[in-house]
């Protein structure tokens, strides 16, 4: 049976690759087989950090490819030998997210800390609940760049917590290291400073820890 998780939002620049890229290695370095679908055909950001990636040979290696619809990228990975099947989506959400949040198993919506990040991000998490009958407990939120103020991060938390969605435990921040990793063919939990490893594994945990509550309930 293979494991589908995708990312989406409703704007660009809010981390959806770097948890799909810290999911990637960390399933990989499990003994899963893992692709990456990169959606984001203009940019293809996650298929050019593969590269980046295997140019420095970098283990465990991962499968990347782009593709230009979900529709196209669901039909491949239904005929891939993989374990995990990861849907990076676009910088926006189209009609390719509704898909998506109707065929993965786990839809997750990351978000930074700003009112101007929060509410789209809820908004269409409510979309895809109210008006597309995606599952509301297949829907995670996950904080992401975080700033200086841990103030900040529990307000975001508050604002979230109100919301019937779960909420991922750890936050991504904004830091030059998760940059440089990315830009050497690393993930943001393959970094060598132990606090931004601590904060990226502990985000990657609940990822998975969500999955296992989902697969328990399902059975």
Same mark, same amino acid.
């Given at each position: 049976?293979?494991?589908?998780?995708?990312?989406?939002?409703?704007?660009?620049?809010?981390?959806?690759?770097?948890?799909?890229?810290?999911?990637?290695?960390?399933?990989?370095?499990?003994?899963?087989?893992?692709?990456?679908?990169? &959606?984001?055909?203009?940019?293809?950001?996650?298929?050019?950090?593969?590269?980046?990636?295997?140019?420095?040979?970098?283990?465990?290696?991962?499968?990347?490819?782009?593709?230009?619809?979900?529709?196209?990228?669901?039909?491949?990975?239904?005929?891939?030998?993989?374990?995990?099947?990861?849907?990076?989506?676009?910088?926006?959400?189209?009609?390719?997210?509704?898909?998506?949040?109707?065929?993965?198993?786990?839809?997750?919506?990351?978000?930074?800390?700003?009112?101007?990040?929060?509410?789209?991000?809820?908004? &269409?998490?409510?979309?895809?609940?109210?008006?597309?009958?995606?599952?509301?407990?297949?829907?995670?939120?996950?904080?992401?760049?975080?700033?200086?103020?841990?103030?900040?991060?529990?307000?975001?938390?508050?604002?979230?917590?109100?919301?019937?969605?779960? &909420?991922?435990?750890?936050?991504?921040?904004?830091?030059?290291?998760?940059?440089?990793?990315?830009?050497?063919?690393?993930?943001?939990?393959?970094?060598?400073?132990?606090?931004?490893?601590?904060?990226?594994?502990?985000?990657?945990?609940?990822?998975?820890?969500?999955?296992?509550?989902?697969?328990?309930?399902?059975?």
């Amino acid at each position: 049976m293979v494991l589908r998780i995708g990312t989406a939002s409703q704007k660009g620049g809010v981390y959806k690759s770097a948890i799909a890229r810290a999911l990637a290695t960390t399933y990989a370095s499990a003994g899963w087989s893992v692709k990456i679908c990169d &959606l984001d055909i203009d940019q293809s950001t996650c298929h050019d950090w593969n590269l980046r990636r295997m140019k420095a040979s970098i283990e465990p290696t991962i499968r990347v490819e782009t593709f230009g619809t979900f529709s196209q990228a669901l039909k491949a990975s239904n005929s891939d030998d993989v374990d995990l099947v990861i849907f990076d989506g676009g910088p926006q959400a189209t009609a390719g997210t509704v898909d998506m949040g109707k065929s993965v198993d786990l839809m997750i919506l990351p978000t930074g800390l700003s009112l101007d990040d929060l509410t789209p991000t809820v908004r &269409l998490a409510n979309r895809l609940v109210d008006k597309h009958g995606v599952a509301p407990d297949r829907i995670a939120l996950a904080l992401v760049r975080g700033g200086d103020s841990e103030k900040e991060v529990v307000e975001a938390r508050t604002y979230l917590a109100s919301t019937p969605y779960h &909420l991922l435990g750890g936050t991504l921040y904004e830091k030059v290291l998760y940059r440089r990793a990315h830009d050497a063919g690393f993930s943001v939990t393959e970094v060598s400073h132990k606090g931004l490893k601590e904060q990226a594994d502990r985000l990657v945990q609940s990822i998975i820890d969500r999955i296992k509550v989902l697969e328990r309930l399902s059975k």
